[in-house]
């Protein structure tokens, strides 16, 4: 029996990524490393010091800083996006996902959160969604990322449900793989093609219906 849903944040409830994506770009540069919008597809939904090495990579400094450096980089990109998220507001919520987290509450499912992001309770507070959520896993706590599927498992255990009664939402290939490892069902957000190994896809947010998932979760679990 379905009885409760573990959100992703970025690229689910809001679009954060161009506001990382804009605090790499300047963090990245003091480095003399210059990145795309190929190498920010790569950072969504890996942590913030995966993220770095990513950046390392790309730019074939992997080897030239120590972790203390690496911190200071990491801390300095983080205080830029900090910057910018305070001009967020809940006009940022993607279309659909508020009218979606009313009928949920409505229909009275247990929901969590399950973001790798260390923000994500700054983030839920500027969009006005705080209260919605009845948990929010800290990803400090956790000992692997996404595709691994801790983040997802947790979501669900901090809710009190078993994860073959929860659903996932994701938006990334990683995710996705997370939800399923977990035993969730998932559902993706984005396209379908990318997507694939969802249990159900919308292609954007304002599709996602409340009605379709539940009798897709019931078709997969009769
Ligand atoms: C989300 C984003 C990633 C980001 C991660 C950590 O998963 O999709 O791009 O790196 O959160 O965010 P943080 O706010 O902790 O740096
Ligand atoms: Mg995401």
């Known amino acids: 029996m379905l009885k409760g849903f ?59 800083f120590t972790p203390a450096e690496k911190e200071a980089l990491a801390t300095e990109k983080n205080n830029e996006y900090v910057g910018l998220l305070a001009n967020m507001t809940p006009a940022d919520i993607l279309p659909g996902m508020q009218a979606f987290l009313e009928a949920l509450k409505a229909a009275d499912y247990k929901l969590a959160l399950a973001s790798a992001s260390k923000n994500a309770p700054t983030i839920l507070a500027r969009l006005g969604l705080a209260d919605y959520f009845d948990a929010m896993v800290d990803p400090a706590t956790l000992s692997h990322g996404k595709p691994d599927p801790e983040i997802f498992v947790k979501g669900a255990e901090l809710v009190g449900i078993k994860p073959s009664e929860a659903v996932g939402l994701e938006d990334a290939v990683a995710g996705i793989q997370a939800i399923n490892a977990a035993g969730e069902f998932s559902v993706g957000i984005g396209d379908p093609k990318i997507l694939h190994e969802a249990d159900l896809n919308f292609t954007s947010t304002s599709e996602v219906s409340l009605a379709a998932i539940e009798n897709a979760f019931e078709s997969k679990n009769a």
């Open 6 to 64: 573990v959100f992703d944040l970025d690229g689910v409830i809001t679009d954060t990524a161009q506001y990382h994506y804009q605090a790499w770009k300047a963090c990245a540069a003091r480095i003399g490393i210059t990145i795309d919008p190929t190498v920010n597809e790569a950072l969504k939904g890996i942590s913030r010091m995966e993220s770095l090495e990513v950046i390392l990579r790309h730019g074939h400094r992997e080897n030239d």
